[in-house]
């Protein structure tokens, strides 16, 4: 029997997004760091440069941080493009979208300098013309803010589907059917803002839940993009009788016959 398997051969993977860059990233990124687990950052740009500001409901001023701040802040992490000014966009017309993203993007990576390849959309509205301006862009993947509540990866990247929201009640149940679950190439992703760590006084649930990822040797820390590009080299190669070729530029893990193994860049691997 051969199982897909996760860099390192480990079975499940752990993603954690966070969305528009604010003063408590500052705080959050510092815990998982403390225990070596990546992030996926989506930025507007343009309200980073203009230190936007505005009033939680529940009276809290949530700030954007500012240019000097972020670029060593997210050093480690995946940084990625959440539209210039973190815009509604079922009105938009297509010239509109191409400008929230491109100009998004182009920012960012003379900002970081370094290519940003991950566009994850404001609010909750998706539509298949934000898919091709994404794929026109340059993106390589689209995360949507539906949850897909399930452990399967997303295969169509333009149509991402995070896996759970932060505040969902099922978050601790989600967790746990993670941490057991038995499905191949599991991925447990958790989607949100760190001010809601603020607001809902969650910061002991989240670093919990971020130490036990750390602890499971069979969960490996990715960020989307890493995600992405695993999968479609995984995805792409061929198993049939008793070979594996890996068409991939990436090395590739798999379970055989109960044994890990590893298949190098463009290799074939007999059993």
């Known amino acids: 029997m051969i199982k897909k398997l996760y860099p390192g051969g480990k079975g499940k993977a752990f993603n954690i ?12 990124v510092e815990l998982i760091n403390k225990y070596n687990i990546k992030g996926t950052f989506n930025l507007n740009s ?10 939680h409901p529940n009276g809290m001023a949530v700030k954007r941080l500012s240019e000097n701040i972020v670029v060593d802040l997210y050093k480690g992490h995946e940084v990625a493009s959440h539209t210039l000014t973190h815009p509604y966009m079922s009105d938009m017309v297509y010239g509109e979208i191409m400008r929230q993203l491109g100009r998004d993007k182009a920012s960012l990576e003379q900002l ?3 290519k940003v390849a991950g566009f994850a959309v404001p609010f909750d ?3 298949p013309q934000i898919a ?15 949850e897909s509540l399930c452990y399967t990866p997303s295969e169509d990247y333009y149509w991402w589907q995070c896996g759970i929201f932060h505040l969902n009640p099922n978050l601790d149940s989600f967790v746990e059917g ?5 499905e191949e190439l599991a991925l447990c992703q958790i989607v949100g803002h760190s001010y809601d760590l603020d607001v809902e006084d969650m910061w002991d649930k989240m670093e919990n839940i971020v130490a036990r990822m750390a602890a ?16 479609k080299a995984i995805r792409s190669a061929d198993i049939s009788g008793n070979a594996i070729t890996n068409y991939s530029d990436m090395e590739l893990w798999f379970s055989v016959k109960g044994s890990v193994v590893s298949v190098k860049p463009k290799e074939i691997y007999s059993f």
Do not use: H, P
């Open 46 to 55: 343009q309200l980073m440069e203009q230190q936007f500001e505005w009033t």
């Open 17 to 28: 997004t966070y969305d528009d860059g604010v003063l408590q990233d500052i705080r959050f």
């Open 178 to 182: 993670f941490l057991k679950t038995k």
């Open 132 to 146: 091709q301006c994404a794929k026109n862009c340059g993106f390589e993947y689209a995360r949507m803010s539906q």
């Open 112 to 114: 970081f300098g370094a």
């Open 216 to 231: 499971d040797r069979d969960v490996v820390s990715m960020t989307n993009i890493e995600l992405v590009r695993y999968l």
């Open 125 to 127: 509205y998706y539509s």
